[in-house]
Antibody
Framework: EVQLVESGGGLVKPGGSLRLSCAAS????????MSWVRQAPGKGLEWVGR??????????DYAAPVKGRFTISRDDSKNTLYLQMNSLKTEDTAVYYC?????????WGQGTLVTVSS | NFMLTQPHSVSESPGKTVTISCTRS????????VQWYQQRPGSSPTTVIY?????PSGVPDRFSGSIDSSSNSASLTISGLKTEDEADYYC???????????FGGGTKLTVL
């Protein structure tokens, strides 16, 4: 069974930093492309970015609102995905989900809430 | 770059059939697969349709997906509506030009 468990959310002041983690199990993590998607309170889904598997180059892509501030990385030895968020803004307040595709189907974690407020 | 446009809300009675549309603003709807996600209140999204019209195991066959090149849109159809189908539904596709995911704005389905 595919499982994705996010952690690391919390309250942070504008301009601050936070690192989210996503622990994965139930599939071959090292072969998987992993993504982060966020959802602001009462709003729709917004793609944040993606990291390819190392065998596919391990490259990253980011949505325009977070490019240059957020960094996605992975530790295949720990089956864990990360999202380093710097220079946080109030508009980054959202539930952050990690997702992956297994045999064509997207799986989602339960999400972790990030609140950016002074 | 393209956008996916969904109706903000739809409502229908139990036992009836409802169709939610997802219209692509530019480029062909057929050029990249469309996925549909269901999100019940307080829960994370789950996939109900992938690769335009494929249904994951465990998703009832009351759920079906299709694409229509003439209207450049994808559709999610739910037949035999049940109160448990009440949720937000999002379509999603891939933008090959910038390697980004694109989501529709979401449709709130009310079953009353």
């Amino acid at each position: 069974e595919v499982q994705l468990v996010e952690s690391g959310g919390g309250l942070v002041k504008p301009g601050g930093s936070l690192r989210l983690s996503c622990a994965a199990s139930g599939f071959t993590f090292s072969n998987a492309w992993m993504s982060w998607v966020r959802q602001a309170p009462g709003k729709g889904l917004e793609w944040v970015g993606r990291i390819k598997s190392k065998t596919d180059g391990g490259t990253t892509d980011y949505a325009a609102p977070v490019k240059g501030r957020f960094t996605i990385s992975r530790d295949d030895s720990k089956n864990t995905l990360y999202l380093q968020m710097n220079s946080l803004k109030t508009e980054d307040t959202a539930v952050y989900y990690c997702t992956t595709m297994v045999r064509g189907i997207d799986y989602w974690g339960q999400g972790t809430l990030v609140t950016v407020s002074s | 770059n393209f956008m996916l446009t969904q109706p903000h809300s739809v409502s229908e009675s139990p036992g009836k059939t409802v169709t939610i549309s997802c219209t692509r603003s530019s480029g062909s709807i057929a050029s990249n697969y469309v996925q549909w996600y269901q999100q019940r209140p307080g829960s994370s999204p789950t996939t109900v349709i992938y690769e335009d019209n494929q249904r994951p195991s465990g998703v009832p066959d009351r759920f079906s997906g299709s694409i229509d090149s003439s209207s450049n849109s994808a559709s999610l159809t739910i037949s035999g509506l049940k109160t448990e189908d009440e949720a937000d539904y999002y379509c999603q596709s891939y933008d090959s030009s910038n390697r980004h995911w694109v989501f529709g704005g979401g449709t709130k389905l009310t079953v009353l």
